[in-house]
């Protein structure tokens, strides 16, 4: 605050309250107080010695009253004050000013304490939003991340249950591959016994090999011919079944493999299947053909057809 | 009757007042209890001069043609323009009615009624019926005691301390907030539209609290309050303490928060 009473004022404002009316001491000190709202409060080691000077040039007076001292200004404090009319015009102003200094705090005052109130309610608030919040993200967190395990879990069986059904379906193939080798060992011994026994020529008129149908006239006519030896006959049914199962194992295949058959799995599976073929002849059977092997699914399918008009026979091969 | 028209800065001074009145229209008026002579300080002065009475111990300050009752009622942007400090007993009873004026009521103890439209209310220390309406005018106050009303339709209040017989508020979309102690059997009733609305209360508070949003979140740090939740309701409900007081807040799209302001000494803050 602003000094109140600059020199020379208190003792001016000390005047013109006496002016008013006789007072004592300490009522002055009180309306000094009052007037500027407790902002200035005078003690009586100010308020009293200054009386006291007062009183000492004449300008004041005092009577005892119930022991207490009664002042009461003179008309020579009278004078001074009328001589001293625009400084006093000046300090109600001043004293006015100070009023408003006083209005002016009041409200600043308020608003800070209102302000601080305001952002730390607001702040509690919040925090107590923020912690419900984490709360939930926290559970929400939780979930998630169950989830995320439960279907990573769920990924890792299914891609084991894939991995056992790939190796079951490998170990098959490696069983019918096992099998067909052993078959085709076995042929191949059985042509070799058929050569020494029956010569090339007989084998020579076999030239299409991959007819299904004539090797299902052989088998029958084999029978007739009485082939040598029951063993050569189980060899001979062994083969049979053999193809057989190959065009099954194929189809297995196909199907096993989940994919729709596109048009262009046909060329491929027919090239693979001819060069198969192919080294069939030359490999196992030891016939060298030039031109292209016919179309084994083809074949099978004429063999099928084939097979009701072959000859009955206890030897014929199922 | 005394009258003087006042059209240039002055102090006035009076004695015996026993109620105040005054209207203006922009400025400030301040009202300071005082145990001095009562005293009227026109500060700054524009527009139409003051017109001031006193009559039977009623104080009134005013512009001409300018009633109580049809004070609200004045949408034209005025010019009048005073900044006005009043001194009064501190149980004398006053009225203020601005427009877009700021009042400031200080230490005053037979309450105040002050009605604004824009301008900023601050009330310090006032006890005994309290009553602020505003427009758009901010509401600020510290350490009221006794029955408080307060009504507004954007402009918002914040109490800061004090102990309330009743606080009731009704309000559009101003942002309540109060940090009270609810008096032996106290009252607090909030309504708003879409104010939101924060209430700090001690931890030893008591009362039967019933807090409603319907679309806006409500909560509270009173543990021993139920939250019930449900499509377009959201409400908090129970009791505090043996619930001898009432707390009540309603409000359609409002958040509500009551929090608990710790005993003292027990509070996290150490100085």
């Known amino acids: ?318 | 009757m005394t009258h003087w028209t006042v059209d240039a800065p002055t102090t006035l001074h009076f004695d015996d007042v026993t109620e105040l009145n005054v209207r203006l229209i922009a400025g400030t008026v301040a009202v300071l209890a005082s145990d001095d002579r009562s005293s009227l300080t026109v500060g700054e002065l524009s527009g139409r001069p003051l017109q001031v009475s006193h009559a039977d111990g009623i104080l009134t300050v005013s512009y001409e043609a300018l009633s109580w009752e049809g004070l609200l009622g004045l949408l034209k942007p005025r010019k009048d323009k005073a900044v006005v400090t009043i001194t009064v007993p501190a149980d004398c009873p006053i009225q203020l009615g601005v427009i877009s004026a700021s009042a400031v009521v200080t230490g005053l103890h037979a309450g105040a009624a002050v009605k604004g439209m824009s301008g900023d209310i601050t009330l310090d220390g006032v006890t005994g019926d309290v009553v602020a309406e505003t427009m758009s005018g901010e509401v600020a106050a510290c350490d009221l005691d006794g029955e408080i009303h307060f009504k507004s339709m954007s402009g918002g209040l914040t109490l800061a301390g004090g102990s309330v017989g009743s606080l009731a508020v009704n309000t559009l979309s101003g942002q309540v907030t109060a940090d009270v102690s609810l008096g032996e059997g106290g009252n607090v009733h909030v309504n708003t539209m879409s104010g939101e609305v924060t209430l700090r209360l001690p931890a030893d508070s008591d009362a039967r609290v019933h807090m409603h949003s319907t679309s806006g979140p409500v909560r509270t740090e009173f543990e021993t309050l139920r939250t019930v939740k449900a499509p377009a309701s959201h409400t908090v409900s129970g009791n505090v303490g043996a619930g001898t007081g009432h707390v009540s807040v309603t409000t359609m799209s409002g958040a509500v928060t009551l929090l608990r302001r710790a005993p003292v000494g027990m509070e996290s803050k150490t100085q």
């Open chain 1, 1 to 318: 605050m602003t000094p109140v009473f600059r020199h020379g004022r208190l003792r001016l404002y000390l005047l013109r309250l006496l002016d008013e009316e006789p007072r004592h001491g300490y009522e002055v000190i009180r309306l000094l107080r009052d007037r500027f709202m407790g902002v200035y409060a005078p003690s009586p080691g100010t308020i009293y010695p200054r009386l006291a000077r007062l009183e000492e040039e004449g300008l004041v007076t005092h009577d005892e009253e119930n022991g207490r001292k009664v002042y009461r200004i003179t008309e020579a404090g009278r004078e001074e004050l009328r001589s001293r009319g625009d400084e006093l015009d000046e300090l109600e102003e001043e004293l006015s000013a100070s009023v408003s200094d006083i209005v002016r705090e009041v409200r600043e005052d308020v608003r800070d304490t209102v302000r601080s109130l305001r952002e730390e309610l607001t702040r509690a608030a919040r925090e107590m939003r923020g912690a419900e919040r984490d709360a939930r993200d926290q559970a929400r967190e939780q979930a998630r991340e169950q989830a995320r395990t439960a279907r990573e879990s769920a990924r890792e069986a299914a891609d084991a249950a894939r991995d056992r059904a790939r190796q079951a379906r490998e170990q098959a193939r490696d069983q019918a591959r096992q099998a067909r080798d052993e078959a085709f060992t076995h042929a191949h011994r059985l042509r070799e016994e058929a050569s020494r026994l029956g010569g090339r020529e007989q084998w020579g008129t076999w030239g299409n090999w991959g007819e299904w149908s004539r090797w299902s006239e052989w088998a029958g006519r084999s029978g007739r011919q009485g082939w040598p030896g029951q063993h050569d006959l189980g060899a001979l049914r062994d083969f049979e079944r053999l193809a057989r199962d190959f065009v099954t194992d194929l189809r297995s295949v196909a199907w096993d493999s989940g994919t729709i058959l596109g048009t262009d799995v046909i060329p491929t599976l027919r090239d693979i299947l001819a060069d198969t073929l192919d080294r069939i002849r030359e490999e196992v059977f030891d016939i060298h053909h030039d031109s292209p092997a016919a179309e084994e699914p083809s074949s099978a399918e004429e063999r099928a057809s084939a097979e009701p008009a072959a000859p009955p026979g206890d030897d014929k091969p199922e």
